[in-house]
Antibody, heavy 115, light 107 residues
């Protein structure tokens, strides 16, 4: 199983970024997926969930209305569109598979929101 | 939403000591709890899922127990390579919740 995130970088407050997570080594289209983040020096925070078919989606209150999770099962890819970014969104963002798929995490991609 | 209260926030113990970290869920989560180890600059590593199932390759000095609301991660004999921050995670719903973390150091 491999999960590879990309798309992080430096963005100004109010800006947008789109993160991607490329999955391999398991039947991606049969499992729900999650995004988890970790601010510098802080703990782990769950961000968002999407069901295997993409019809059921949940967000943490801290990102609701600003972030959008999506997936493309044909491309075995997970996405996180992040809009109206704030300094408090600065973190490493991980995509993570459920326990039923082995509980694997990617290596993470760093998002820095700063002027 | 479920809250996970993890304690202590940090601890210092000697090599060979038995170390215990606890996590309490705000409501019953059956055995839907996992424990992770995170070393500085590294990705969290899954140690235990389903409260007590040790992942392949994880040393047997690590063990987990509990059900319902109270859970424990035990390191039976602390080793220098166990210095890390440990997190519990509930996954009985789609909205995962993590404990605040426990930083383990060697005395």
């Amino acid at each position: 199983v491999q999960l590879v995130e990309s798309g992080g970088g430096l963005v100004q407050p109010g800006g947008s970024l789109r993160l991607s997570c490329a999955a391999s080594g398991f039947t991606f289209n049969t499992y729900e997926m999650n995004w988890v983040r970790q601010a510098p020096g802080k703990g782990l925070e769950w961000v968002s969930f999407i069901s295997s078919g993409g019809r059921t989606i949940y967000y943490a209150d801290s990102v609701k209305g600003r972030f959008t999770i999506s997936r493309d099962n044909a491309k075995k890819s997970l996405y996180l569109q992040m809009n109206s970014l704030r300094a408090g969104d600065t973190a490493i963002y991980y995509c993570a598979s459920p326990m039923s798929a082995g509980g694997h995490w990617g290596q993470g991609t760093l998002v820095t929101v700063s002027s | 939403d479920i809250q996970m209260t993890q304690s202590p926030s940090s601890l210092s113990a000697s090599v060979g000591d038995r170390v215990t970290i606890t996590c309490r869920a705000s409501q019953g989560i059956s055995n839907y709890i996992a424990w992770y180890q995170q070393k500085p600059g590294k990705v969290p590593k899954l140690l235990i899922n389903a409260a007590s199932t040790l992942q392949s390759g994880v040393p047997s000095r690590f063990s987990g127990s509990g059900s319902g609301t109270d859970f424990t991660l035990t390191i039976s004999s602390l080793q220098p390579e166990d210095v890390a921050t440990y997190y519990c995670q509930s996954y009985n719903s789609a909205r995962w919740t993590f404990g605040q973390g426990t930083k383990v150091e060697i005395k």
